[in-house]
Nanobody, 126 residues
């Protein structure tokens, strides 16, 4: 059974940094694509960053230049380095993984993923 466990969330002031981690357990092979999503109360879920099947990175415009997604395959861990955080980044962040082949923006679409973590809260104060 595949499990994704996120960590690294917390409370920071605007301009601060956080690094989220997602450990994938139970995979017989590495996930084909992985991504980070976020959802704030009363808002639709949003793809934040993803590694598609070709290991290309994809970012939503609002985080480009501030967030970096990376993966350490040996540790089965996905990361999201978040710098220059803004109050608008406040949200619950979720890690997702799939065995499907996803290219580019396909990796930013929630319904394309079949495994999800429990989420980690990020709060940014102004």
């Amino acid at each position: 059974q595949v499990q994704l466990v996120e960590s690294g969330g917390g409370s920071v002031q605007a301009g601060g940094s956080l690094r989220l981690s997602c450990v994938a357990a139970g995979y017989k092979t590495n996930p084909i694509a992985m991504g980070w999503f976020r959802q704030a109360p009363g808002k639709e879920p949003e793809g934040v960053a993803a590694l598609d099947s070709m290991r290309n990175t994809v970012y939503v415009d609002s985080v480009k230049g501030r967030f970096t997604i990376s993966q350490e395959i040996a540790k089965n861990t996905l990361y999201l380095q978040m710098n220059s955080l803004k109050p608008d980044d406040k949200s619950m962040y979720y890690c997702a993984a799939t065995d499907r082949s996803l290219r580019g923006v396909e990796a930013m679409i929630k319904v394309n993923y079949n495994y999800w973590g429990q989420g980690t809260q990020v709060t940014v104060s102004s």
